[in-house]
C-alpha cells in the first residue's frame, strides 16, 4: 500500500508586538489569512505578507506559512 499526500490550502499568519502589559509580559496578536492555495510559492507569499507589513500601525515579529496535507492510501 502507498501513501497518497494530498496537499491542502495553507494559512499565512502575521504575528504582531502590540506592547508590554504592567506585569512586563510581551502583548502579541495574530492576525490570519486563510485559503492560501498550495501553488503559491513561498517566496511569492512572503512579497504579499512583506507588503502587508508596511500597512501595519504595530510592529510584526513573525511570518508564518501553516501548511496542512491529507494522507490517504493509493
Known amino acids: 500500500m502507498a501513501l497518497a ?3 491542502l490550502d ?3 499568519q502575521l504575528q504582531f508586538h ?3 502589559n504592567e506585569e512586563g509580559k510581551e502583548i502579541t496578536r495574530t492576525k ?4 492560501i492555495k498550495n501553488e503559491v510559492s513561498h ?3 512572503y512579497e504579499v505578507a512583506n ?4 500597512l501595519q500601525e504595530h510592529t510584526v515579529i513573525a511570518i508564518r506559512r501553516n ?3 491529507e494522507y490517504g492510501e493509493e
Open 5 to 7: 499526500v494530498n496537499p
Open 10 to 12: 495553507s494559512r499565512l
Open 18 to 20: 502590540l506592547g508590554v
Open 32 to 35: 490570519s489569512f486563510s485559503r
Open 43 to 45: 517566496e511569492d507569499l
Open 51 to 54: 507588503s502587508l507589513v508596511d
Open 67 to 69: 501548511s496542512n496535507d
